[in-house]
C-alpha cells in the first residue's frame, strides 16, 4: 500500500492512497466464498452455485463494500503514517476502481496547524481593577429596593418607571408573525425590554386608551426576518401601576437570604460585601480577556475551517441553555450560527495556543481544578444539572 500527500490551500490536505489488487482479491474472494457456502438459486444445489452466476448475481454489491472497508481500514493507517492530524471528516473521491489494477482513492481534509506558541518573559499583560465607592453602593441598593417593589394602580399619565398592563398586537406589511401580540402584558416603561420607539409612544397614555403607532426593527435583531422591518402596533391601556419602593425591613433582609442582616447598616456592609465579591470576578474576567487578547495578537495562525465551525455551533448551543432553551428545538434565526464565528475562531486559536503551552511547559490540569470550574460555570445557567450533564457528555 502507498500514499502520498499534497498540500492544497490553507490547512487543507489531499492523501492520495493506492491500494494493492492482492488486498482487493482476498476480501472479494472471501465475500463471494461465504456467499457461496449459503447460497439457494434456482436450477443449482446449495452451495454449488458457478462464480460467475454469483458475481452477475451478487457482484456490484460486493464490490462496493470491500471498497468501502479498504479505504476505512487503510485511511487511519495511512494518516499514522504521513504523520497527519485531521481536523475534520475527509470527502473521499474514488480515482479508479478497476480490480485489475490497484483501488485508488483520495481523501480531502483540514489539518490543525503547528503551533508553536511565542511567549517570552517580557510579555505584559494588563490587569484590571475595579474601584468600589460609596455611590456605586447606593445604586445597587436603590436597584434592590425597585427591584422588589410593589405596585398600585393610579388614575393618571403613564411616566417613566410606572408599570402599563397593555394589549398589543404588531403587524408587517398587515401581516401577522411569530410573536407578534400578547394579552394583559406587564411593561415598565423606561426598562428598554422592547424595541426602540415601542416604550416611548406609551407615555402620558391613560387606562382606557387604545391607539397605533409604527416603528422599526432593530437593523441587527435577533430575528433575521424581522429585523429592519417597519411595524405598526395596535395598543390597548388597561392599567397605570406606579411603583412603591421596597422597604428596608425584615421582609427583605429574608427574601434576599441575608441571614445576618438585622437594619439598615447591616443591609448595607452586606451589599457592599456582595459587591466586592461581583467585582473581584469582573475583575479576574476582564484580565483573563487582557490576556487572551495578547496571545492572540502575539500568534497569528490559520486555523481549520470545520473546527470553527463546530465551535461556533457548540457556543450557539451554550448561548440558547443559559436562556433556558433546548437548543434542539429552537428556530435557525433565534441567535443565527453566523454571529458566533468571529468569537468561534478566536476560541478555537485560543484552545489551540493553550494545548502547545501545555505541552511546551509541561503543564497538567488536574481534576479537582477541572470539577472547580464545571462547578462554577454551572451557576451562570438556567439549569445547571442539565449543563453539567452536557459538558461532561
Given at each position: ?76 493507517k495511512e494518516l499514522q503514517s504521513q504523520e497527519l492530524k485531521p481536523a475534520s471528516s475527509p470527502a473521499i473521491s474514488i480515482e479508479s476502481e ?99 420607539g415601542f416604550e416611548d409612544n406609551l407615555i402620558g397614555k391613560n387606562s382606557g386608551d387604545s391607539f397605533s403607532f409604527k416603528t422599526n426593527f ?176
Amino acid at each position: 500500500m502507498t500514499s502520498k500527500i499534497k498540500k492544497l490551500k490553507d490547512l487543507e490536505r489531499k492523501l492520495t492512497v493506492s491500494v494493492p489488487v492482492e488486498d482487493y482479491d482476498k476480501k472479494y474472494n472471501g465475500k463471494l466464498s461465504k456467499i457461496k457456502s449459503t447460497a439457494k438459486l434456482d436450477g443449482f444445489r446449495k452451495g454449488n452455485v458457478p462464480d460467475d452466476v454469483l458475481k452477475q448475481r451478487y457482484g456490484d454489491s460486493i464490490h462496493y463494500e470491500v471498497l468501502n472497508e479498504l479505504i476505512q481500514e487503510s485511511y487511519p493507517k495511512e494518516l499514522q503514517s504521513q504523520e497527519l492530524k485531521p481536523a475534520s471528516s475527509p470527502a473521499i473521491s474514488i480515482e479508479s476502481e478497476d480490480p485489475a489494477k490497484p483501488i485508488s482513492y483520495s481523501a480531502v481534509f483540514e489539518v490543525f496547524p503547528e503551533v508553536k506558541a511565542k511567549l517570552s518573559r517580557w510579555t505584559s499583560f494588563e490587569k484590571t481593577e475595579i474601584t468600589l465607592d460609596d455611590s456605586d453602593v447606593d445604586l445597587a441598593i436603590e436597584d434592590i429596593l425597585e427591584r422588589y417593589c410593589h405596585w398600585h394602580k393610579v388614575e393618571r399619565a403613564a411616566a417613566d418607571k410606572d408599570q402599563v398592563v397593555i394589549d398589543f398586537e404588531g403587524k408587517i406589511d398587515g401581516e401577522s408573525f411569530e410573536g407578534n401580540e400578547s394579552k394583559d402584558f406587564k411593561l415598565i416603561l423606561g426598562s428598554k425590554s422592547m424595541i426602540p420607539g415601542f416604550e416611548d409612544n406609551l407615555i402620558g397614555k391613560n387606562s382606557g386608551d387604545s391607539f397605533s403607532f409604527k416603528t422599526n426593527f432593530p437593523e441587527d435583531y435577533f430575528k433575521k426576518d424581522l429585523a429592519n422591518k417597519e411595524t405598526e402596533f395596535s395598543i390597548t391601556v388597561h392599567e397605570v401601576q406606579e411603583m412603591h419602593k421596597a422597604s428596608i425591613d425584615k421582609e427583605l433582609f429574608e427574601t434576599l437570604a441575608m441571614e445576618d442582616v438585622t437594619d439598615e447598616a447591616s443591609f448595607r456592609t452586606e451589599i457592599n460585601k456582595r459587591m466586592e465579591g461581583e467585582i473581584a470576578q469582573q475583575e479576574k474576567s476582564l484580565t483573563k480577556e487582557s490576556i487572551y487578547e495578547t496571545l492572540l495578537k502575539s500568534n497569528d495562525f490559520k486555523v481549520p475551517n470545520a473546527t470553527v465551525a463546530e465551535q461556533a455551533e457548540l457556543m450557539r448551543k451554550d448561548t440558547l441553555m443559559r436562556m433556558g432553551q433546548t437548543p434542539e428545538n429552537a428556530p435557525e434565526d433565534l441567535y443565527p450560527l453566523e454571529d458566533f464565528n468571529e468569537n468561534a475562531e478566536k476560541r478555537v486559536r485560543l484552545d489551540l495556543l493553550f494545548s502547545a503551552l501545555l505541552k511546551k511547559y509541561e503543564l497538567e490540569v488536574k481534576e479537582e481544578n477541572l470539577n472547580s470550574f464545571i462547578e462554577e460555570e454551572a451557576g451562570k445557567y438556567k439549569d445547571a444539572e442539565q449543563f453539567k450533564t452536557w459538558i461532561q457528555s
